[in-house]
C-alpha cells in the first residue's frame, strides 16, 4: 500500500505510480503543484489522469500555437513582399502608339507567305506587261528601272518598320524575363515557409503525435482499470448482499421451524 501524494489516502501499488516512473513533463507539473513532491512520492491513477490530459492538451496547444506563427510569417511575407508581377500584355497594350500598332502590323506581313506570293505575282504582271506591252502599257521598260526604284523605296522604309517591330519584341522579351525572376523569388520565398513547416512537422508534430497516442493509450489503460475496480467492488457488494439474503432466509425458515 502506498499513500497518494495528492488526497494522502491509502492505495494498492496498481493503483497508481511513482514520479520517477512518469514523464518528465508530468513530473513538472506535479513539482509545480506540490512542491515538495521527490521522485519516489506515489500518486494514484485517478490524479495522475488529470496531470495526464492536461499534458495532452499543452502538446496540441504548442502544435497549433506553432502552425499559426508559421502561417502569419508566410502571410506577411507575401503581403509585404511587393513581386512586381505584371501581365505583360496588359503593360504592353497600355503603352501601345498607333505607330507601334502599324509597325507590328506590317511586320505581321511582311513575315507571311501571303506577302511574299503577293510581292511575286506583283513582280511578274509588272515585267509581263512592260516586256509584252498588254493594255498597251510601257511605262518601265527593261531593265525596268522604275520597278528597282520602288523597291529601294520599299525596302528603304520597310527595315526600320520591322526594325520597329523587334525592339517592341525585345522589349516584351524584358518584361517576360522580368516576370521570371519575380515570379521565382516568390516561389521561393514560399517553398522556404512550406520547407519550415514541413520541418516542424517532421521534427514536432509527429513526435507530438506519438507522445499524445501513447498518453491517450495510457488514459484508456488506466480508465479500464477504474472500471474494472468498480466492477469488481459491485460484484463483490452483490455477493455480500446474497449472503446477507442467504442468511436471512435461512433464519426465518429456521424461525417458522
Request: hydrophobic letters at 35%; charged letters at 25%; aromatic letters at 8%.
Amino acid at each position: 500500500m502506498r499513500n497518494c501524494l495528492v488526497d494522502h489516502k491509502e492505495y494498492l501499488k496498481t493503483e497508481g505510480r511513482l514520479l520517477k516512473d512518469l514523464d518528465t513533463t508530468i513530473f513538472g507539473h506535479i513539482k509545480h503543484d506540490y512542491a515538495k513532491a521527490g521522485e519516489n512520492d506515489f500518486i494514484c491513477n485517478q490524479h495522475l489522469l488529470k496531470y495526464q490530459v492536461e499534458m495532452v492538451d499543452q502538446l496540441i496547444r504548442d502544435d497549433e500555437h506553432r502552425n499559426q506563427k508559421i502561417d502569419r510569417k508566410l502571410t506577411k511575407t507575401i503581403r509585404d513582399n511587393d513581386y512586381q508581377i505584371k501581365d505583360i500584355n496588359d503593360a504592353l497594350n497600355s503603352s501601345e502608339t498607333f505607330g507601334q500598332r502599324i509597325a507590328d502590323q506590317v511586320a505581321r506581313f511582311g513575315g507571311s507567305w501571303g506577302f511574299i506570293l503577293a510581292f511575286i505575282v506583283f513582280l511578274l504582271s509588272w515585267m509581263t506587261i512592260n516586256v509584252l506591252h498588254l493594255f498597251g502599257a510601257h511605262f518601265d521598260p527593261y531593265p525596268f528601272i522604275l520597278l528597282n526604284l520602288a523597291l529601294s523605296c520599299i525596302s528603304a522604309v520597310q527595315a526600320p518598320i520591322i526594325m520597329m517591330s523587334q525592339n517592341r519584341s525585345s522589349h516584351r522579351d524584358r518584361l517576360g524575363a522580368d516576370n521570371d525572376y519575380h515570379v521565382n523569388i516568390k516561389s521561393e520565398n514560399e517553398l522556404r515557409i512550406m520547407h519550415a513547416k514541413l520541418d516542424q512537422l517532421n521534427q514536432n508534430q509527429i513526435p507530438h503525435s506519438f507522445e499524445i497516442e501513447k498518453l491517450q493509450l495510457e488514459i484508456l489503460g488506466e480508465i479500464r482499470n477504474e472500471l474494472d475496480i468498480i466492477h469488481n467492488e459491485r460484484v463483490q457488494i452483490l455477493n455480500e448482499e446474497k449472503q446477507q439474503n442467504d442468511l436471512l432466509r435461512k433464519s426465518t425458515s429456521e424461525s417458522k421451524k
